[in-house]
């Protein structure tokens, strides 16, 4: 069944159109997005309504009309409303007043926007507004244009005001093509990378100035000590760990966990993506406790026949393979009665031995005695065997 129709006579007759309502419960703010939707008139736009002599409101029910002809009439002028934009902190920033205007040509609306009033928040001179619209929505862009001088050329940029300063770090390495971290000055003042360029009131074409960070500065804590380095911004943690092994004659095989604002970084992390500000302070602690062991080494055979050596539970387990009666030999190792399984890798503090008692025997592969060989061709052939 087809619902009753309504003849929309627009601004004094400027053009008809022919609504059907959708459903029985239809209001007349059906009837005005249909001609929002139809001819692009402003949603905020003030509005006189009236059948006959009755004017109404957008809320009045449709089939309480005495008759199917609804006069609409639409303001040249959108209600008081404004642009706003919130930042950071959750403060209201005001952009501009706008009054809307449309002009009838040839049965089309043409969209015009001037700006009515300009708050003092916002001077001509800092930013520009664009203001556009998109299926009765209006959007709006400020943008701003700045300078920076590299290889002895200024280079241009355009951006949105409201972006964050690591953001637009990241768009000038882009286009200028450099590696290492940024930082940008304006009249003397770093631009810190949790605030917006809109926040430091920068005048249209300014120039800024760029620092190139090829050195940080950091601190490290380390066994309660503190130690100062310069390092390179493209060092990976990787790379500093090791370096920090040299200089401090940390054990090779000691793990090093480095911790920055209370987290653990990965190995590949390069210092320059992590925003630091000079003397960062990095913690690093050991994931193995390093301690002296007293290793006795028993023949499986004669157990009469015993020695004992000292080491380091870091120690790689092929150092023995250096020591009197193995040397140049092949041997069998038991712990705990359980065949040792050696790898490359393999250190002391890995081997599951008894609580406080080191105890390893040995056992002479019999018929297969070999030349004297390096201590990794013999952890190979001993691997060998135990297969």
Request: aromatic letters at 14%.
């Amino acid at each position: 069944m087809s619902m009753k129709k309504y003849e929309i006579i627009v601004n004094n007759n400027t053009f008809k159109l022919e609504y059907e309502p959708k459903s029985s419960s239809a209001k007349i703010s059906d009837v005005v997005q249909f001609l929002n939707q139809q001819k692009g008139f402003p949603a905020k736009a003030k509005l006189y309504i009236a059948d006959e002599n009755n004017v109404r409101d957008i809320h009045y029910d449709l089939n309480s009309l005495k008759n199917n002809v609804i006069y609409i009439n639409f303001s040249e002028e959108i209600e008081s409303f404004t642009i706003q934009h919130i930042d950071k902190d959750e403060r209201n920033i005001s952009l501009y007043w706008i009054k809307w205007m449309h002009v009838s040509n040839q049965q089309k609306l043409k969209k015009k926007l001037r700006i009515q009033q300009k708050l003092k928040i916002l001077d001509r001179n800092l930013f520009l507004c664009q203001i556009f619209f998109y299926q009765q929505e209006l959007f709006y862009l400020v943008q701003a244009i700045f300078y920076i001088r590299y290889q002895d050329k200024l280079q241009l940029f355009q951006i949105d005001a409201f972006s964050y300063l690591d953001k637009i770090k990241q768009k000038i390495r882009q286009k200028l093509g450099i590696e290492e971290e940024i930082e940008l000055y304006f009249r003397g003042q770093q631009l810190e990378d949790r605030k917006t360029y809109f926040f430091y009131k920068i005048y249209q074409n300014a120039e800024l100035k760029m620092k190139i960070k090829s050195l940080q500065k950091i601190q490290i804590s380390y066994q309660s000590k503190t130690y100062r380095f310069n390092v390179s911004v493209n060092m990976t943690i990787e790379e500093f760990i090791k370096y920090y092994k040299q200089v401090e004659q940390i054990h090779q095989n000691q793990i090093l966990q480095v911790y920055y604002l209370n987290k653990m970084l990965e190995n590949n992390t390069k210092i320059g993506s992590l925003d630091l500000a000079d003397n960062a302070e990095f913690k690093i602690t050991n994931k193995i406790l390093e301690k002296t062991m007293i290793i006795k080494f028993v023949s499986k055979v004669q157990e009469q026949v015993h020695f004992s050596k000292q080491v380091s539970n870091l120690d790689y387990f092929s150092t023995i393979f250096e020591l009197q009666p193995f040397k140049g030999k092949v041997f069998q190792f038991y712990v705990n009665g359980n065949i040792v399984e050696i790898t490359e890798r393999l250190i002391f503090n890995s081997i599951k031995f008894k609580e406080n008692e080191y105890l390893i025997q040995y056992e002479m592969v019999q018929n297969f005695q070999l030349p004297l060989m390096s201590p990794s061709k013999m952890m190979k052939a001993t691997h060998l065997q135990n297969r």
